[in-house]
């Protein structure tokens, strides 16, 4: 079933109307997908270089060469405030070789589930730098910059001009608050 914003709030109560066209999905009564999409919006990609921090180390201590860092970049990099963490394919965290942190419990649109959690990725989007956990996606699922990692580097998606918002960090206008 397929309806306007305005036929939605009319049944069920939703507040806003600016527009948008949705697309509901009901399976006995009961709402089970929602998508909303809107003219003016899109979706936010970046690409990004994801490094393993202890080759980093280890090459700033000279153990190792600094082309012997295994370092991946990734294009496309869907930009999600909808995911919390990093969110990395599994064949890319094989080619860093990064160390299993543990597992932790995960919400989808697909339900709850478990996945994976690697440690020590060196992370750089747009000139912003800083280390992070990652958790495993699935091969041929593309990665998804999470929320802490957008929020720690200062970077916001801009929906309307699909494109990442740098946040300034000088003193006067910094994004950091403590």
């Known amino acids: 079933m397929k309806a306007t914003l305005r036929e939605f709030t009319r049944r069920e109560g939703v507040a806003s109307n600016f527009g948008a066209t949705i697309e ?3 399976a006995r009564g009961t709402l089970i997908m929602l ?4 003219d003016k919006m899109g979706k936010v990609v970046t ?3 994801v490094t393993n921090f202890v080759d980093q180390v280890l090459a700033d201590r000279g153990f190792i060469q600094p082309e012997e860092i ?4 990734l294009n496309d990099v869907i930009v999600d405030t909808g995911a919390t963490m990093l969110c990395l394919p ?3 965290i094989s080619q860093l070789g990064l160390k299993l ?3 932790v419990g995960t919400k989808t649109a697909l339900g709850e589930g478990t996945a994976r ?3 020590g990725v060196s992370l ?3 000139g912003r730098e800083a280390t992070f956990d990652c958790l495993e996606l699935p091969d041929g699922v593309e990665a998804l910059l999470g929320v802490i990692p957008q929020e720690q580097l200062g970077l916001e998606p801009d929906l309307q001009n699909q494109r990442l918002r740098i946040l300034p960090n000088t003193s006067k206008d910094t994004y950091i608050y403590v």
Do not use: D, L, P, Y
Not at 35 to 38: D, G, N, P, R
Not at 70 to 73: K, M, Q, T
């Open 117 to 119: 959690v690697f440690k």
């Open 35 to 38: 998508i909303i999409k809107h």
């Open 124 to 126: 750089s989007v747009e």
């Open 90 to 92: 599994s064949s890319v």
């Open 70 to 73: 295994r370092s991946v970049i």
């Open 47 to 49: 690409s990004i270089t």
């Open 24 to 26: 509901v999905t009901v």
């Open 101 to 103: 942190a543990g597992e």
